[in-house]
């Protein structure tokens, strides 16, 4: 597409985004598998209306404003790249746009406030289990609650479980095969802390020592899909320092976070650690990549025979191209048949704070993921990402199902128990 965009104008982070709107033919082939697109039924809400709202602001002739909304809607799902026949980076824009509409785009009190608060709690585990435990309070005080905080007590879950420590380094059973760090994440460690526990066992199991350095913190996802630049590059250096040299891999098991770490070039570009954050974003991978490529060494005993639907997180299966690993570790259980949702494609609403921000299309999402999940008649389902297993959850519940919402490690450690 041609513009007029003045990359230097926008810092660092214009030329990608300039690069991103050349990239675009204006064809609509990513249209059919936006789920913005689906709900709201308009262009402007479509991955290619958006290219087009985004140019245009950064061109100067159309005021930030009036593309906001629109750019708010946008899930961050990224179901539109591999749609695109044209390989329109659409992560390139939506991003570094978001961050430099930051500056731009007065919030009114109470969005600044809900942001402040989700930015404070989630990316810190201590301060978000609390948070959790202040929210029961606030359901039941729900009437005096401010309106556009009301989504964060819905979304709290009644019951958190007790934390679960983690050895700083667990070694490989049986002889070794490799040597990994893992990001431990920071909801998912409040949200579900058996994760990782099973991730390391699963690892150990197949002859994989796992580090769990200290010293790291947050991915910064949550910070630089809300356009919080400052503060997902102070949370990427965090890590960039924390992660050893010494590992095979760094390994993430929550493709939000995953997803970010893949980023750190992007967040980090322009500044003095560039060229580290692309030599780092390169050793990171997904635990069923990592786990598919090395091979089990031990295969899952099985036992209770079942089906097993499996979720592609958006930010595992669009942002890291990563869907036949995790399917390949399942179907490694014996007597298990993997089976595929209805509209695989489309966001389970989870997406980050999407579900803070906006509640109603992520609880329509939600529920068609969950009615998706159903009408495959599977007892259990699998997903790789802490935000989707969330979503999964809730939405299950609400329609009285009881199919049980795992992490991939967390049905693969099951079945060698
Ligand atoms: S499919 Fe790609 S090139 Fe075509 S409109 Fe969408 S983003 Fe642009
Ligand atoms: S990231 Fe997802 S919601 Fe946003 S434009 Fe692309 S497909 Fe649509």
């Known amino acids: 597409m041609l ?38 039924g308009q262009e ?14 950064l061109e100067g002739g159309l005021a930030w404003s009036a593309a906001q909304p629109h750019i708010d809607r946008c899930l961050g799902c990224l179901a539109c790249e591999p749609a695109c026949p044209s390989g329109v980076p659409y992560r390139d824009l939506i991003s570094p746009f978001r961050a430099v509409a930051r500056e731009k785009f007065a919030r009114t009190p109470g969005e600044k406030l809900r942001r402040w608060l989700a930015a404070q709690t989630i990316p810190f585990p201590a301060r978000f289990r609390l ?31 007790p934390a679960m420590a983690l050895a700083r380094v667990t070694p490989a059973r049986g002889e070794r095969r490799a040597r990994v ?12 802390p ?23 913190g947050c991915c910064g996802g ?6 919080d630049l400052q503060a997902a ?16 891999a760094i390994l993430t098991n929550a493709a939000g976070c995953g997803s970010a770490m893949h980023e750190y070039h992007l967040i980090l570009r322009g500044t003095q650690d560039e060229a580290r954050a692309e030599s780092f974003r390169k050793r990171v991978m997904d635990v069923s990549v990592f786990l598919a490529r090395l091979g089990l060494r031990e295969l899952p005993s099985g036992g209770v025979v079942r ?103 967390q049905v693969l450690r099951d079945a060698y128990r």
């Not at 066992?201 to 994989?208: D, F, I, K, T, Y």
């Not at 590059?233 to 095979?248: I, S």
């Open 3 to 40: 513009h007029t965009i003045k990359s230097d104008s926008h810092g660092p982070l214009g030329a990608p985004m300039a690069h991103a709107v050349e990239a675009c033919v204006h064809c609509g082939f990513c249209l059919a598998v936006c789920p913005t697109y689906q709900e709201f």
């Open 44 to 57: 402007m809400d479509s991955p290619r209306g958006r290219i087009v709202l985004m140019k245009q602001v």
């Open 131 to 161: 948070a959790l435990t202040g929210a029961k309070l606030g359901k039941r005080i729900r009437s005096l609650v401010p309106k556009d905080l009301r989504p964060m007590l819905e979304l709290s879950p009644d019951h958190v479980p």
């Open 181 to 192: 760090a893992l990001l431990a994440g920071c909801a998912q460690q409040v949200l579900d």
């Open 194 to 216: 058996d994760i990782n526990v099973a991730t390391i066992e699963v690892l150990a199991r197949n002859g994989v020592e796992v580090v769990v350095p200290e010293a790291q």
């Open 222 to 227: 949550l910070a630089w899909h809300t356009g």
């Open 233 to 248: 590059q102070k949370l990427a250096r965090r890590n960039l320092a924390a992660f050893p040299a010494d590992v095979d």
């Open 307 to 409: 089906k097993i639907a499996y979720h592609d997180a958006c930010h595992l299966a669009n942002a890291q191209g990563v869907r036949e690993e995790p399917r390949k570790l399942l179907r490694a259980i014996p007597g298990a048949t993997l089976c595929e949702l209805r509209d695989a494609h489309l966001c389970c609403g989870s997406a980050g704070t999407y579900n803070l921000d906006q509640p109603e299309t992520a609880a329509s999402l939600g529920a068609q993921k969950a009615q998706a999940v159903i009408a495959t008649g599977a007892t259990v389902v699998a997903s790789g990402n802490i935000g989707c297993l969330t979503q999964l959850r809730a939405h299950l519940v609400k329609l009285d199902s009881p199919v049980r919402v795992r992490h991939t490690m």
